[in-house]
């Protein structure tokens, strides 16, 4: 199984903010990777897919880049509504395999 | 507007069987792969099963193959999840996603499974 490990777990930053979350799979998955924001108490919503094609609605202040076994997803301008854990999803191939989750925190 | 909306869940015991239904509205269910992915307590997000557009291929992790069997019904715009030998890690939130080509890109609001003697 391809494991996804996201670092870091957790992260604190302020208002306006550049910010990224980084995650790594254990062998190449090209681009085959998504991001998923899941705010307190709501579901998982898709933010990119493909690595770097921003989901239909999502803000443009949200970023992803990376192939082969390195991956972000960058927010900038951080905003209260971004509080969320943030997911990375290889889907290369079966099992599909999920990181386990960046919780974002306002200073 | 795209809806997925799960039911189905509840208290079961260990050993035990539970069928999870998924009713989709607002776009053409038959064009689109289906999935189930979980959610731990622990908040773990776990992909679960999927199925083509047309129901003939059906793809599972190690952990539930032979237990749970992923099905649909393209006429009842309505996706299954059959549940059995059930074990106290099989406790999650279950999401009902439609599936793009490798990713889920709607989530319904999901149904709760609770594994428990």
Known sequence: DIQMNQSPSSLSASLGDTITITCHASQNINVWLSWYQQKPGNIPKLLIYKASNLHTGVPSRFSGSGSGTGFTLTISSLQPEDIATYYCQQGQSYPWTFGGGTKLEIK | ?117
């Open chain 2, 1 to 117: 507007e795209v809806q997925l909306v799960e039911s189905g869940g509840g208290l079961v015991k260990p050993g035990g069987s539970l069928k999870l239904s998924c009713a989709a509205s607002g776009f053409t269910f038959s064009s689109y792969a289906m999935s189930w992915v979980r959610q731990t307590p622990e908040k773990r997000l776990e992909w679960v099963a999927t199925i083509s557009s047309g129901g003939s291929y059906t793809y599972y992790p190690d952990s539930v193959k032979g237990r749970f069997t992923i099905s649909r019904d393209n006429a009842k715009n309505t996706l299954y999840l059959q549940m059995s030998s059930l074990r106290s890690e099989d406790t999650a939130m279950y999401y009902c996603a439609r599936t793009a080509t490798g990713y889920f890109d709607v989530w319904g609001a999901g149904t709760t499974v609770t594994v428990s003697s």
